[in-house]
């Protein structure tokens, strides 16, 4: 299969020294594309600094990450924040939408970061609402949202430009059951179609819903199986 993700051998290393923290300590990893993987570990596990090497929002220690064919280990920070807003779309347990924008809006921004021309963007906007099925609320502010519902526009934003992967960071965390369960099928949805998706998770449920089960602990990746059992 053609892979998307590649780790070598990555470290990140806190204090180096006497009291030094390995938060990853030599990980080895490979996704290919349109994988559905959750990443799972408790708190200091190393889960959330590994999140943050895929997503290029911090560089390792020591140790290789190529993403998409490009090495990305020791890039600037401009260049990082090329890499993405092309390659990447986030999806956080707290939502970042802007309070005073609307939906719509909130989906578009990131779009005009990329230069993307107005006719476009709103095409690209409109028909990423339309698939977390928020058609009828584009002109609603996130004030006057459930929490599920904004969580789609998170989602909305994060798939508007159609990025290699889709990483999602704890995406249920704050949300009821029944929201985390449209939330989980409109993942499931995005995989069936072709994305990447990343999960990470500390919640043995929600990882349950992917094919594939990463499980780090102490900065070490300690278990690595295919879900047959996938809900």
Do not use: W
């Not at 959330?48 to 090497?53: D, H, Q």
């Not at 998409?68 to 956080?92: A, C, P």
């Amino acid at each position: 299969m053609d892979e998307l993700v590649e780790i070598r051998d990555m470290c990140k290393v806190y204090n180096p020294g006497e009291n030094e923290v390995r938060a990853l300590d030599h990980v080895n990893l490979k996704i290919n594309r349109n994988e559905f993987v959750a990443i799972i570990g408790q708190s200091g596990s190393g889960k959330s600094t590994l999140m943050n090497m895929l997503g290029c929002l911090d560089v390792p220690t020591s140790g290789t990450y190529i993403l998409n064919g490009q090495d990305v280990s020791h890039l600037t920070d401009d260049e990082l924040s090329d890499i993405r807003n092309k390659e990447i779309g986030f999806i956080f347990q707290g939502f970042n939408l802007i309070a005073g924008l609307t939906a719509l809006e909130n989906v578009e921004l990131p779009l005009i970061y990329r230069g993307v021309s107005k006719k476009e963007r709103l095409r690209l906007s409109e028909i990423a609402l339309e698939k977390v099925g928020l058609k009828a609320r584009m002109t609603h502010k996130p004030s006057e949202m459930s929490g599920g519902q904004q969580q789609r526009v998170a989602i909305a934003r994060a798939i508007a430009q159609a990025p290699p992967v889709i990483l999602a960071d704890e995406p249920t965390g704050n949300l009821d059951s029944g929201s985390t369960k449209e939330i989980m099928e409109i993942l499931k949805g995005l995989h069936s179609e072709g994305r990447t998706v990343i999960l990470i998770t500390h919640d043995n449920d929600i990882a349950a819903r992917a094919k594939r089960i990463i499980r780090i602990m102490d900065g070490k990746i300690v278990a690595d199986i295919i879900n047959d059992a996938e809900l």
